[in-house]
């Protein structure tokens, strides 16, 4: 498993008193932990999983008790995961014979189990350790060996120091490791992960999944103040973003007819809608879908609040809104809601209602990022996490996002490969860029150490756009005073997400577009700002006009910017060419990145040339002919592009 590097320790002239507080506290412990093993690390084997610091809170209070007993739950490595980008390419590359030959869930489920090997190896590994016979058990599953060890058993198969934590708000004692935990190198290939370690529970927290571009504590996508003259023609288009200025600017003419693709809209609760103003926006735009409602599947206690404030009603209704216009009055849209009203949810809880293979009890929420049900607070959804329960869309658009920075690499690999595995499944997944450019989330960028700070210079990569198995969508605009058939730019009211991943290798599918546009297009910036090995992720996939929607919020109309309305919007066109492929009785598109860097399609798109994507105090990247780090390969041409999928089988 990839694992962060060490934090540096301390100087020991650093651990003064002033300093025994919080995380310094636990850095000097880790330190001091480093100094009372003196034995060789090799001896203990490699780090597996490593932490540089604790979760905001927790205290290291005194050492666990040797003989105290704990469940470890060790996750094995699954099989094939090596494979999955072959397995991706075969489905979804227009040359290959397999094109469109999605998988089932139980093929899926089949593939990726750990093997007799890894089940094996770590068994050998605990009898060594004189953990043997009856004490160990495999979970039905097979991805978990589960044994009850003591702290003083834990510690050696480990190579780490147990610590009891506790909680500085409700006083609650956790028993977790120190910075690391260490395998023999021919066990950590087996292993994914192994409880408990480094991982804590939180303090429950709202809302655990954050919208693209969140502009501080407060924003969400760009809501501008009330439109006192709504224009419903395409003259005003630059000004006003309406259902028809989006078919007009992506040649999109279309009738649904097949009543059998799926096409769904996640947001995360406490984002809502108010139902009625579904009316007030087909009333002007889309009179015969008056009266329509998206079908509400709730997940983890998802519901639609009532009497929400405006400022959680933005990117909710602009999502749902523009999707459901966007299909018309054939076609239904799923609102995929995550989240209980106390605790919220977050792209793992989701993930686990969509495939129970992947779920808490076989793979590895992380409490201190996901939320924990059943959630007994007053109000909360006191039930089993959803696991496997519904069957996922054909096409999932997803608007929100966290930069890489905020989440730990074996978290952010375990989650791209469900990704993955669901595209083998045939599904589509469209995830927003981001609003801040070249910086993170609420504009933050990235020191040299890591953390991220307003004003730092590197720049902060978001998840999952570099996530190789999703389809990342960046923003683009109409330039004020042009008419609606113009080229359109990148968009310059905010700087669209793209760059570089920090995790994520560069898959081949786009490993010409990609090199083709840094040896052309080389970007002016020293490599310690920007990921420039040309070995890594880079992102968007494509681009959508994400400015000025002109969305209804509590019985009137205001103007919405972001990439949070270009991925919608392009979800929704993508979900007609399934409709016309599922009319044929064709697969849905699945995993389209294969297809639309392949030389056959990687030309149908408007090409954005114009505009870049400030950020991290520089002006970002450049749009440029061709793919680009601000508009991908462009925006959709839906007449081409429909008609090159339906040449396919
Ligand atoms: C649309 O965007 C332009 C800037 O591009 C802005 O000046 C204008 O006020 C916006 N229109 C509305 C209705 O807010
Ligand atoms: C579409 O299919 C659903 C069931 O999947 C059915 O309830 C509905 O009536 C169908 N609509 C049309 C227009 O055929
Ligand atoms: C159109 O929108 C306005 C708000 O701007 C609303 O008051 C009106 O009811 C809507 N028209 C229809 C026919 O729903
Ligand atoms: C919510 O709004 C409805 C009408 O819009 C009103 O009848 C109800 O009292 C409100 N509830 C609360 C808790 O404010
Ligand atoms: C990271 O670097 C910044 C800038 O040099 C510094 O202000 C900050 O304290 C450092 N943080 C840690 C955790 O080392
Ligand atoms: C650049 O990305 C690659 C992943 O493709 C990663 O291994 C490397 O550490 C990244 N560089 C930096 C400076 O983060």
Not at 107 to 136: C, K, M, Q, Y
Not at 593 to 616: A, R, V
Request: glycine fraction near 12%; aromatic fraction near 10%.
């Amino acid at each position: 498993m990839a694992a962060a590097p060490f934090a540096a320790p301390p100087a020991p002239g650093m651990l003064s008193h002033r300093l025994l507080t919080g995380l310094s506290l636990s850095l000097a412990l880790a330190w001091l932990s480093l100094l009372a093993h003196s034995s060789p690390l090799s001896a203990r084997g490699i780090p597996h999983e490593t932490r540089r610091s604790v979760p905001h809170g927790w205290q290291p209070i005194r050492r666990a008790e040797p003989s105290t007993v704990v469940p470890l739950r060790i996750g094995l490595a699954q099989s094939n995961l090596h494979l999955l980008e072959s397995f991706l390419h075969d489905v979804s590359h227009p040359e290959s014979p397999k094109y469109g030959k999605h998988w089932s869930a139980a093929e899926v489920a089949e593939t990726f189990r750990p093997s007799a090997e890894s089940v094996d190896t770590v068994r050998a590994w605990l009898a060594d350790n004189g953990i043997v016979g009856h004490r160990v058990s495999l979970s039905n599953s097979g991805g978990w060996m589960i044994a009850d060890v003591t702290i003083e058993e834990a510690e050696g198969l480990l190579g780490t120091d147990y610590y009891v934590y506790q909680n500085a708000e409700d006083g609650k004692e956790h028993v977790a490791c120190v910075s690391a935990y260490h395998l023999p190198e021919h066990v950590s290939k087996h292993v994914e992960l192994i409880t408990p370690t480094l991982h804590f529970d939180v303090p429950k927290r709202r809302s655990v999944a954050k919208r693209a571009g969140k502009p501080g504590v407060s924003g969400g996508p760009r809501v501008g103040p009330k439109i006192d003259t709504v224009f419903n023609d395409l003259a005003h288009c630059d000004e006003q973003i309406t259902l028809d200025c989006l078919r007009t600017l992506y040649s999109y003419d279309y009738e649904f007819v097949s009543n059998k693709t799926t096409f769904g809209v996640v947001e995360f609760t406490p984002e809502t809608h108010d139902p009625s103003d579904f009316d007030v926006f087909f009333g002007n735009f889309s009179k015969s879908q008056v009266g329509e409602r998206p079908t509400l599947v709730g997940i983890d206690g998802g519901i639609i609040i009532m009497n929400s404030s405006e400022g959680f009603l933005g990117e909710s209704s602009l999502d749902l809104q523009y999707a459901m216009g966007l299909v018309g009055k054939n076609q239904e849209v799923l609102l995929y809601q995550v989240g209980d009203t106390v605790e919220g949810g977050s792209f793992n809880n989701f993930l686990d209602a969509l495939d129970g293979t992947f779920c808490t009890f076989d793979g590895g929420d992380d409490p201190t990022q996901d939320a924990v049900y059943p959630d007994t607070q007053p109000g909360g959804f006191d039930e089993p996490e959803q696991c496997g329960t519904f069957k996922p869309a054909d096409v999932i658009t997803n608007s929100y996002g966290y930069n890489e920075a905020d989440l730990t690499p074996f978290y952010m690999t375990r989650q791209c490969n469900e990704y993955g595995k669901l595209g083998l499944m045939g599904v589509t997944f469209l995830y927003a860029s981001g609003d801040d450019g070249v910086g993170g989330n609420g504009a933050l960028c990235l020191e040299a150490n890591g953390t991220q700070v307003l004003g730092a210079p590197i720049f902060n990569p978001g998840f999952p756009g570099g996530c190789p198995w999703v389809t990342n969508v960046g923003a683009t605009q109409i330039v004020p005073g042009n008419p609606v058939t113009a080229p359109e730019i990148a968009s310059a009211e905010f700087g669209s997400g793209g760059g570089w991943s920090n995790v994520f290798a560069m898959p081949d599918y786009q490993k010409s577009a990609v090199q083709g546009y840094l040896k052309e297009f080389p970007p002016p910036y020293p490599s310690d700002i920007w990921n420039s090995t040309g070995v890594s992720r880079a992102f968007p996939d494509i681009a959508g006009n994400g400015w000025n929607y002109t969305v209804a919020i509590e019985g009137g109309f205001v103007p919405i910017g972001g990439t949070s309305a270009s991925s919608p919007m392009s979800a929704a066109l993508l979900t007609a060419i399934n409709d016309a492929r599922q009319n044929q009785g064709k697969s849905p598109i699945g995993f389209i990145n294969p297809t639309i860097y392949s030389d056959k399609f990687k030309d149908l798109f408007n090409d954005i040339t114009s505009g870049t994507n400030p950020g991290c105090g520089t002006n970002g990247f450049t749009a440029e002919r061709g793919w680009d780090p601000v508009t991908g390969l462009g925006t959709i041409n839906f007449k081409k592009l429909l008609a090159a999928w339906l040449e396919l089988p």
